[in-house]
């Protein structure tokens, strides 16, 4: 770890961590809103700023057509898609 980096705060290796200490009250997280909505919503985190990001990165749902035929795997992939477009 770069030391000039580590001492400006902590490092986290994923959102999780991130949020965790947001939660804690150790800083501001910056993450998805989608992640954090239940906690936003339940006041265990607050959104700062309205102030928005667009990110260009995204989720796919990967899997040999023949799988949909398959109950589960179309279970999840109906349920997968609903809470998607929450």
């Known amino acids: 770890m770069d030391s000039s980096i580590s001492r400006l705060g902590p490092v986290f ?5 991130a ?3 947001a939660k804690a009250g150790l800083g ?3 993450v998805r809103r ?3 909505a239940s906690l936003i919503e339940e006041g265990l985190l607050i959104v700062p700023f309205e102030q928005g990001m667009k990110s260009a990165l ?3 749902l990967v899997y ?3 799988s949909l035929e398959q ?3 179309a279970a999840f992939h109906r349920w997968l ?3 998607a477009r929450q």
Do not use: E, M
């Open 58 to 60: 995204a989720y796919y």
């Open 28 to 30: 501001v997280a910056l």
């Open 19 to 21: 949020v965790d200490a």
């Open 71 to 73: 109950p589960h795997i």
């Open 81 to 83: 898609t609903a809470i």
């Open 64 to 66: 040999p057509a023949v």
């Open 34 to 36: 989608s992640f954090v």
């Open 13 to 17: 290796t994923d959102s999780n961590g």
